[in-house]
């Protein structure tokens, strides 16, 4: 009987030595973890930083690398001044937030093309897309390049970037006309990824998407204020590369190649900390756009 319930205690001991099983980590805690090695800094020569007339900040991040002319032209209009004495006028309910000049006759910079290209998807071109592995309802294959969420037509081979919540694009008229930058929005509300391959989405906001989608509604059609005492005017819109080194801003995104991103990602479709009762195994592109943060 000793030697029976001697057996009978194996398995309680062996039980109480057994390690305990990782607590699952959040997304947040897996980036505070993540090594400097796996972040990358953004150019500040494709910053455009906007400051607003009450003092609050708007900081875009430009996107050369899939809408060429567009970001050459926004970047030329910033350098020229064109947008002094602009303002936000258009704040649409879970849509967007576009500023400009509203129809101005003002000249055009010179360098400007009045008439850019249909800059709203490229040829794949050998990019490395790192794919989401979750299914998505526009095209066959999404993911991420150089920091960027996409979207592929794998029948053509073509890529364009996909509308998420703080993506900047192109106001524009009817085509042909592509708007040529004096007229930009934000998308404030959840990503309205049919305007993708539609207009051109020439980057995002990474830093101070709050002072846009915070903004009182236009009551007018569609999202316009009505009365041009409600639009908020902006101080300046400069580049990032023309602002002093001490006043300069600077971000870094997670490399999507890192391990610490493919461990965040996972985590995104699977959350298992203590909020979470059912792990959702997936997620939607625009749930999971690449994060940044900023550096000093």
């Given at each position: 009987?000793?030697?029976l ?7 309680l ?40 007339k ?26 020229a ?5 602009a ?8 849509y967007?937030?576009q ?16 008439q ?6 490229r ?48 106001g ?12 930009l ?10 305007l993708?391959r ?6 995002r ?5 709050e002072n ?7 009551t ?12 908020v005017?902006m101080?300046?819109v ?5 602002m ?22 996972q ?9 979470y ?6 997620v ?13």
């Amino acid at each position: 009987m000793r030697r029976l319930a001697a057996l009978a205690l194996i398995p309680l001991i062996a039980a109480a030595q057994a390690p305990t099983p990782a607590k699952p980590k959040t997304p947040g805690e897996i980036l505070a973890e993540a090594p400097k090695a796996d972040w990358r800094e953004i150019a500040a020569d494709d910053l455009l930083v906007i400051e607003l007339k009450d003092g609050r900040r708007v900081v875009i991040q430009l996107a050369p690398e899939f809408a060429p002319v567009h970001a050459a032209n926004i970047k030329a209009l910033a350098k020229a001044g064109y947008w002094q004495g602009a303002a936000i006028y258009r704040v649409h309910d879970n849509y967007v937030a576009q500023w400009g000049n509203n129809e101005t006759e003002k000249p055009l910079p010179a360098g400007v093309v009045a008439q850019p290209p249909a800059e709203y998807f490229r040829p794949l071109d050998g990019l490395e897309v790192v794919p989401l592995g979750s299914p998505d309802p526009y095209e066959p294959l999404v993911g991420y390049v150089h920091g960027w969420p996409v979207a592929v037509d794998t029948s053509d081979k073509t890529i364009n970037l996909a509308h998420c919540y703080a993506s900047v694009g192109v106001g524009r008229g009817l085509s042909p006309d592509t708007g040529m930058g004096g007229e930009l929005y934000a998308v404030s509300g959840h990503g309205p990824r049919a305007l993708d391959r539609v207009i051109a989405n020439v980057g995002r906001v990474v830093s101070g998407i709050e002072n846009l989608s915070s903004l009182p509604r236009g009551t007018e059609a569609p999202g316009f204020y009505k009365e041009r005492s409600m639009d908020v005017p902006m101080a300046s819109v400069r580049r990032g590369s023309t602002m002093p080194e001490g006043e300069r801003p600077r971000f870094e995104y997670l490399d999507e190649k890192s391990r610490s991103f493919a461990a965040w990602l996972q985590v995104k479709k699977n959350r298992q900390d203590d909020f979470y009762i059912h792990p959702a195994g997936g997620v939607d592109l625009c749930n999971a756009t690449v994060p940044v943060r900023a550096v000093g």
